[in-house]
T-cell receptor, first 114, second 112 residues
Framework: GAGVSQSPSNKVTEKGKDVELRCDPISGHTALYWYRQSLGQGLEFLIYFQGNSAPDKSGLPSDRFSAERTGGSVSTLTIQRTQQEDSAVYLC???FGQGPYGYTFGSGTRLTVV | GQQVMQIPQYQHVQEGEDFTTYCNSSTTLSNIQWYKQRPGGHPVFLIQLVKSGEVKKQKRLTFQFGEAKKNSSLHITATQTTDVGTYFCAGLPSDQGGKLIFGQGTELSVKP
């Protein structure tokens, strides 16, 4: 597609429920990144994929967070048993690959846990 | 771990004043990138610097990459209200492939 597409754009969920966030990167971009941004804060790295592999999962905050990427394209970030501290904007970005390539970010999913 | 420190965290200027944000890395970078995030928006890629001592300009914006490839700056001349937002630097460490390391960002507000 023309840009990085994320869905849903907004999600309100009850504490304890599971949520799935989706990212559809730019066609041909082999690298895909997930970040989290709390209100007024910087970008917190979560995980990145090169193809379908995740060389760096170091940013996942706990084992409640997982992500997968299939077909070298769409990625899903799953948060199990959501907590209020999970409330944030989850941003996905893609690039041509590892190395000197700019990232294209999606518009994000605003997650609110009530 | 590897870090990219960015200062200041906030900057409030009068329209027409200049603005500068600075980035410092704990390790040598193979390149540095700059992004702008408008309020309520997502980060948008502005530019990439690769060479030691490189200077690039985009209209009123001037980007520099230090000689040691460990620091960078973004300078805006004669700010306008359209410059409002948060500016992030992001560096790619030389000793590994993989992900950019983002600075914490500088939030710029401009009083008309």
């Amino acid at each position: 597609g023309a840009g990085v597409s994320q869905s849903p754009s907004n999600k309100v969920t009850e504490k304890g429920k599971d949520v799935e966030l989706r990212c559809d990167p730019i066609s041909g971009h082999t690298a895909l990144y997930w970040y989290r941004q709390s209100l007024g804060q910087g970008l917190e790295f979560l995980i990145y994929f090169q193809g379908n592999s995740a060389p760096d999962k170091s940013g996942l905050p706990s084992d409640r967070f997982s992500a997968e990427r299939t077909g070298g394209s769409v990625s899903t970030l799953t948060i199990q048993r959501t907590q209020q501290e999970d409330s944030a904007v989850y941003l996905c970005a893609s690039s041509f690959g590892q190395g000197p390539y700019g990232y294209t970010f999606g518009s994000g999913t605003r997650l609110t846990v009530v | 771990g590897q870090q990219v420190m960015q200062i200041p965290q906030y900057q409030h200027v009068q329209e027409g004043e200049d603005f500068t944000t600075y980035c410092n890395s704990s390790t040598t970078l193979s390149n540095i990138q700059w992004y702008k995030q408008r309020p309520g928006g997502h980060p948008v890629f502005l530019i990439q610097l690769v060479k030691s001592g490189e200077v690039k300009k985009q209209k009123r914006l001037t980007f520099q990459f230090g000689e040691a490839k460990k620091n960078s700056s973004l300078h805006i001349t004669a700010t306008q209200t359209t410059d409002v937002g948060t500016y992030f630097c992001a560096g790619l460490p030389s000793d590994q492939g993989g992900k950019l390391i983002f600075g914490q960002g500088t939030e710029l507000s401009v009083k008309p």
